[in-house]
């Protein structure tokens, strides 16, 4: 089966690259000169991403910098539309994306076969069903030579698996990510560091509200034993970015999930659910388990 690879006007892709990396160089003076930086509600933008994405990572790799510039992510979805995509193609990095469904890996290699940016050294995209037991194996048996020997470090994990995220997280031993995005449930806010019960055959459900994931002080929890910091989330309120302790402590610092979730995006979200109990009862009924 041929996979038809979307459309690239090389023209437009060459200008955006452009104004992204004066952005990034920005960013980068402003630290080196110590000046004020942006609020994380201020810096986010969508090219690849799903929300904020790729305007907060930007942000954040122009006061970390990138070292190795490998990312991992799980799932990618097709690898278009996911965290990874606009650090490969507009920054140099290149990737292992994993993702359950062929036809969507098949879209994403169609699209880096065919995209200027990574001619030379595309981006792995591998379908797997990851799971807490497999996750390691799944990115050992398909990384690039050379990272994971020594430290193993690369400069972003992403994880978005809509279900066992916590679980998988807990069970990733293999590479050490200098900076990490999660995609979190805010069904509980900034109270409860709750996750779903581990099942590797778990499917999100979608309706009437999300039942899946993990809250946002259940990866604080996990990172925090690991070495990482939250940072801040995208302003929608759905991601959120953990650094690793030794990088930029005073230009990135601590925040608490409390403070996350003042921002005006994920306060209304907290909001709506608040004030619709029907909305939240069923799915807040369901199974789950405090870490």
């Not at 041929?2 to 104004?19: C, E, F, H, K, Y």
Request: with cysteine; net charge negative.
């Amino acid at each position: 089966m041929t996979v038809a690879a979307p459309s690239i006007d090389r023209s437009a892709w060459a200008q955006g690259r452009l104004s992204q990396l004066l952005l990034l160089q920005h960013y980068q003076a402003l630290a080196r000169e110590e000046r004020e930086l942006p609020a994380f509600a201020d810096v986010g933008f969508r090219v690849f991403s799903q929300n904020d994405e790729d305007g907060v990572l930007l942000f954040v790799f122009g006061l970390v910098g990138f070292k190795t510039r490998v990312i991992v992510e799980l799932s990618a979805g097709d690898g278009i539309e996911c965290n990874s995509a606009n650090l490969i193609v507009n920054h140099g990095c290149t990737g292992l994306l994993f993702d359950g469904d062929p036809a969507l890996t098949a879209r994403g290699q169609a699209f880096y076969a065919s995209h200027p940016a990574v001619s030379g050294f595309q981006p792995r995209l591998a379908t797997a069903w990851i799971t807490r037991d497999n996750v390691n194996e799944a990115v050992r048996g398909n990384m690039f030579p050379g990272i994971l020997e020594g430290e193993a470090e690369i400069d972003l994990l992403s994880l978005d698996l809509d279900g066992n995220d916590y679980w998988v997280l807990e069970g990733l031993t293999c590479i050490r990510p200098r900076v990490a995005i999660v995609e979190f449930n805010a069904l509980w806010g900034a109270r409860r560091a709750a996750t779903i019960p581990y099942d590797p055959k778990f499917r999100a459900e979608l309706t009437p509200v999300f039942y899946g994931g993990a809250s946002l002080p259940a990866f604080v929890k996990s990172f925090a034993r690991r070495g990482y910091r939250l940072v801040g989330i995208e302003r929608h309120g759905f991601n959120a970015v953990f650094v690793r302790n030794d990088l930029a402590p005073t230009r990135l610092p601590a925040v608490s999930a409390e403070e996350c979730f003042q921002g005006p995006m994920a306060a209304i979200v907290q909001a709506v659910l608040a004030g619709d109990p029907d909305l939240t009862r069923g799915v807040m009924a369901r199974p789950w388990v405090d870490v």
